[in-house]
């Protein structure tokens, strides 16, 4: 049996027209994206973000956390899948002077009301250990391995109001400052990190404490932590500031 094959009779004339038509189309999108971005660039600004960018990332946020479960777990590895030296990214907040042994977290439960937790108090609790995908809004990521304990056990140790809508973390020097929503700090990978690849914590990577938590990207994964406190409202946050989402969930 013979294949009937389709003829196509393209004249000189179709090519021509069909040519006009597709560079027509070209340039009306290039003109439209072209005054699109300069009308964008023109719109009045919230939190270092164009408004109507700032909506999308206000939507993203809404509609994100709308998806937010405990029991939506980040895909666990085993350590042999652990990056052995991790690579370090960023350095706010991470000054020269600093004393690792004369470090305590301080905690600002309420106003008035601070306590000051030593590194081997927090080691005193139990141990978590989490081997996960981090991922850095720059668009690497990379499987890493870290050990701390809980944030919702420790805040049960020591009896924080998480029924606050935020926890704010803060560096000693407070050069970078992260917010943080109350469920994604009692998700069950979130911890108070002090080690990893089973080792200390070095201090690039954060000693003597540091947040992990694998429901966010690494901008909120803040790196030695001085202050930690609670509030209804959303405490400052570094990146937000400059124009990110404040939410940054995965
Ligand atoms: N104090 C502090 N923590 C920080 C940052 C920072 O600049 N300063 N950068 C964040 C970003 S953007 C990432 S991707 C991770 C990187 O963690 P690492 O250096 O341990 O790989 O740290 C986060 N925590
Ligand atoms: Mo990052």
């Known amino acids: 049996m013979a294949f009937a094959y389709k003829q196509y009779d393209t004249t000189k004339q179709q090519v021509r027209s069909k040519t006009i038509i597709a560079l027509t189309v070209f340039l009306l999108l290039m003109t439209g994206a072209v005054f699109g ?109 870290w050990g701390g304990v809980l944030f919702s056990d420790f805040a049960k140790k020591y009896n924080l109001d998480t029924n606050q809508k935020y926890a704010g973390l803060v560096t000693p020097d407070q050069g970078y400052y992260v917010g943080v929503d109350m469920p994604s700090m009692l998700h069950p990978q979130t911890i108070l990190c002090y080690e990893m690849n089973d080792k200390p914590l070095e201090l690039k990577h954060g000693a003597p404490l540091r947040l992990i938590i694998p429901v966010k990207y690494g901008i909120k994964h803040l790196k030695r932590i001085g202050t930690l406190f609670l509030s209804n409202e959303r405490p400052a946050d570094y990146w937000y500031e400059r124009g990110y989402d404040y939410y940054s969930g995965l």
């Open 37 to 145: 971005w300069r009308w964008l660039r023109h719109q009045p600004t919230q939190d270092q973000a164009q408004i109507p960018l700032r909506k999308v990332l206000n939507f993203n946020e809404v509609f994100f956390s709308s998806l937010f479960s405990n029991g939506n777990l980040a895909k666990s590895y085993v350590p042999a899948q652990a990056i052995k030296n991790p690579r370090v990214n960023g350095n706010e907040g991470i000054s020269d002077g600093f004393d690792p042994a004369a470090w305590k977290l301080k905690v600002a439960r309420k106003p008035g009301d601070t306590l000051y937790i030593s590194l081997d108090e927090l080691k005193a609790l139990p141990k978590t250990e989490i081997i996960f995908d981090f991922k850095c809004i720059e668009g690497w990521s990379m499987v890493t391995h």
